[in-house]
């Protein structure tokens, strides 16, 4: 049979992710890998989810195991609200949020909304892989925006935004990550956030802020999204518990004008009819109990130290040449590489010494990133991350000295 005929256009586009494919390196027990995105065990709140578990069944039995309305659990979508506003100052009726199956499903969502062949889609260069893979499903053109370490190159942004539409190729959307970055741990500031609006409102453009890790911050003063300075209604906001309940539930929600929500309602009932009904209940009871404003301390301690236990073990099992962000909060760090080394290549010698990381590459739509790579501190036991770093720093000297 010949299938290659059969396939649409899309599938044959598509690729594996440089993430995904390095999770198979985490289950060998010989391998300290600091490539998956994942949240450490110990971050999971098992005894509050058996207490959760047991009054779903007494009290919500039919209801938690029967199908949902698309947009989701109506009582968890007001609980979903009534935390944005209680921690971010954001006013939003549950009517305009739509809890998801993740929030994956919720990047090639908004991109399906969106995108048609050839549009522009603007990121943060680097920026997050799951995104790149979802919106890549479309066949967009990209427009990356070099980031800084107070976020975006906005004068950058503005010329390709003039650019673009010089070519009459108006950009759909703009995606960041604006708080604790993936793959960057890096913060926008408060000015460039507002300046960014600023620019989406010149140029008439929607904001897709994703915000996995803002309750994730180790130091420093708390950051409002991007969300809470929109006046325009042009900002889509996505946000999750995978990182404060955990991500095997599968859960997340997103937030837009009541346009924006309907067409996302309307594709949703063709994705997946609606979202995992037992899951929203759980979460429905960890929000509703304050159960979630005991465990986020907890985990917060516990990946803080995490994130100082690599810094400390980078200073001492680097050379010279290698550099590293010190993020505030969330999960990763991003390492830059000098000597002209090649991370893609460096990762045989670093799997060769039983140690994995993601390659810089796998952030760039444009395969950029060829000196970098991106750590997970959160997942790997203490012991590990010691080890881990040392063999990681072993593996680059190496390379170091076989270069020269």
Excluded at 337 to 351: I, N, S
């Amino acid at each position: 049979m010949d299938l290659e005929s059969k396939f649409s256009d899309i599938s044959k586009t598509l690729k594996g992710s440089a993430v995904r494919e390095l999770l198979k390196y985490a289950e060998q027990p010989d391998v300290i890998s600091f490539g998956g995105g994942m949240p450490n065990p110990k971050s999971f709140p098992i005894e509050n989810i058996k207490e959760i578990l047991n009054n779903i069944m007494d009290n919500y039995g039919t209801k938690a195991l029967q199908y949902g309305t698309t947009e989701g659990v109506t009582e968890l979508r007001e609980q979903i609200a009534k935390r944005m506003k209680d921690k971010f100052s954001i006013s939003t009726n549950p009517s305009n949020i739509i809890v998801l199956n993740g929030s994956q499903s919720g990047l090639y969502m908004v991109s399906k909304v969106f995108l048609n062949r050839g549009d522009y889609v603007i990121s943060e260069a680097p920026t997050y892989v799951g995104a790149i893979s979802a919106f890549n499903a479309q066949m967009p053109s990209w427009l990356t925006v070099e980031l800084k370490e107070d976020g975006m190159d906005l004068n950058e942004l503005d010329a390709k935004i003039k650019k673009a539409i010089n070519e009459k190729k108006v950009p759909k959307f703009i995606y960041v990550i604006p708080t604790f970055q993936n793959p960057a741990g890096l913060t926008w500031s408060v000015d460039k956030r507002k300046h960014l609006l600023e620019i989406a409102s010149k140029y008439d453009l929607i904001i897709f802020e994703d915000d996995p890790y803002s309750e994730i911050r180790f130091t420093g003063d708390p950051v409002m999204p991007i969300k809470y300075y929109d006046k325009e209604d042009r900002v889509i906001y996505m946000g999750t518990f995978s990182k404060v309940l955990s991500p095997g539930i599968r859960l997340g929600w997103v937030v837009s004008n009541e346009a924006i929500t309907r067409k996302i309602a309307l594709l949703k009932q063709g994705v997946d009819l609606c979202t995992n009904v037992f899951s929203q209940y759980i979460a429905l009871e960890y929000l509703r109990s304050g159960m979630i404003d005991k465990q986020i301390p907890k985990i917060v301690e516990l990946y803080r130290k995490k994130r100082d236990l690599m810094l400390k073990s980078l200073e001492e099992s680097m050379p010279e040449g290698v550099t590293w962000t010190r993020p505030n909060g969330g999960m990763f760090l991003w390492v830059t590489v000098d000597w002209g080394l090649d991370t893609e290549k460096l990762l045989k010698k670093a799997l060769e010494n039983k140690v994995a990381y993601v390659v810089g590459t796998a952030f760039y739509p444009d395969g950029r990133g060829r000196n970098s790579m991106r750590l997970n501190f959160t997942y790997s036991r203490d012991e590990d991350i010691v080890e881990g770093i040392g063999r990681l720093g072993k593996a680059i000297k190496e390379e170091i000295k076989n270069k020269n």
